[in-house]
Antibody, heavy 123, light 111 residues
């Protein structure tokens, strides 16, 4: 069965860092692009970042560009999101989601989602 | 403010038909980028409902259908059921923003 499981969320002070992980199972991880999507309390879904299957291409939403870094370890079937200089507006549930196998990373729908991990940025 | 505009809420009685619109522009849907739709129940993982405008993943009932025309897309649900009560999101790509974009979401209430 195909699964994505996020971890690493928690409460962190503004300006600090946090690293999220997303463990994949049940599919050939190194052939799919993977996205991070978040949902702030009371708000809708917001796209955060995507990484290509081999990790060479990465794209970010404007609100996190320069602060967040997406990466992956295909030998461990794991995706990461390094979040630096955290702000209150980064408070959200963070989901990892499977994209497609196209070189156009933004084309495919996100067909497998994790349950999410909660990040709270507060002093 | 989302670049894809959805109505905040829609409602319908069991058995009825509802439509949820997703209005974009010439830099996203109108530029030819495909639209995907998701169903999201609070506290759960979002679920892909429609991909590439009008395709259903296996397991999604044929009561759900999607379409795209010009700068807009629509999700239609027929034969409404209580279990359809959820938030629905459209998603596409925006060339000007060079970003994946989601609509603001629509809360469906089954009366």
């Amino acid at each position: 069965q195909v699964h994505l499981v996020e971890s690493g969320g928690g409460v962190v002070q503004p300006g600090r860092s946090l690293r999220l992980s997303c463990a994949a199972s049940g599919f050939t991880f190194n052939t799919y692009a993977i996205h991070w999507v978040r949902q702030a309390p009371g708000k809708g879904l917001e796209w955060v970042a995507v990484i290509s299957s081999d990790g060479t291409n990465k794209y970010y939403g404007d609100s996190v560009k320069g602060r967040f870094t997406i990466s992956r370890d295909n030998s461990k079937n794991t995706l990461f999101l390094q979040m630096n200089s955290l702000r209150g507006e980064d408070t959200a549930v963070y989901y990892c989601a499977r994209g497609g196998r196209s070189v156009l990373l933004w084309i495919d729908g996100l067909d497998v989602w994790g349950q999410g991990t909660t990040v709270t940025v507060s002093s | 403010q989302s670049v894809l505009t959805q109505p905040p809420s829609v409602s319908g009685a069991p058995g009825q038909r509802v439509s949820i619109s997703c209005s974009g522009s010439s830099s996203n849907i109108g530029a030819g980028y495909d639209v995907h739709w998701y169903q999201h129940l609070p506290g759960t993982a979002p679920k892909l409902l429609i991909y590439f405008n009008n395709n259903r993943p296996s397991g999604v009932p044929d009561r759900f259908s999607g379409s795209k025309s010009g700068t807009s897309a629509s999700l239609v649900i027929t034969g409404l059921q209580a279990e359809d009560e959820a938030d629905y999101y459209c998603q596409s790509y925006d060339l000007s923003l060079t970003s994946v974009v989601f609509g603001g979401g629509t809360k469906l209430t089954v009366l």
